[in-house]
């Protein structure tokens, strides 16, 4: 059994995906895996950043099509779960791993936080979807049955409501694959400081944490 970890970054925040590489991602070795889907000024750095950048450049709107392209990269690679988050995310690798090996490799598998429902904006939707940041994970068979769709819809801001995370649940609900909703992957909620990030991996065994600052990184590396 092996993972591999699809990390969302772009020019802008480079700094903490140097963050990501100094510390969680240490944890990730063989047979498991990592790349950062980045922006071509970034591509070519190492083996592991991978141009997904969106055909009209790096926009939050755009990011349907950036997970599209990461999805495509992904099945280039063998694994059995794909983890996808972003480059403010802290993942407990380990602790992760534990939990992702008393799974089914073979099954149709989409777990997160479960968002409950769509509503901001224009927007509203009643699929409820898992969120991005906070880490989703695909078995193989998951994702191979998403692409399709999402190839049809990541440009189409009708139906992917200009959201990656809620795009891709779109998609593997029409092949009649649901959300298994996990709390363990922490998102920090607005009126929370850092220290709400320290708390999830540290007191609260999280597997994952989202809205992580820089220096957060290596504050919860030390002390893990």
Known sequence: MNVLVGILTCEKTRS???ACLDTWIKEINPPHNFFFACSKSQAGSSNHFIDCEPDQGEKRFLLPE??????SKALDFSWDFFYKCDDDTYLNFNHYLDYIKSLDPQKDLYIGRRVNKLNWNKFKSNLYYAQGGAGY????????KC??????????RSKNMRAEDYSVSYCLSKSNISLTHNPLFHTRIAHEDQSSCEDAILKFNSYSTHYVAKETFYKIHKQL
């Open 66 to 71: 950036k997970v599209y392209k990461m999805f």
């Open 137 to 144: 994970t695909l078995s193989r068979s998951s994702m191979e």
């Open 147 to 156: 692409l399709p769709i999402l190839k049809n819809i990541c440009k189409d």
């Open 16 to 18: 903490l995906a140097s």
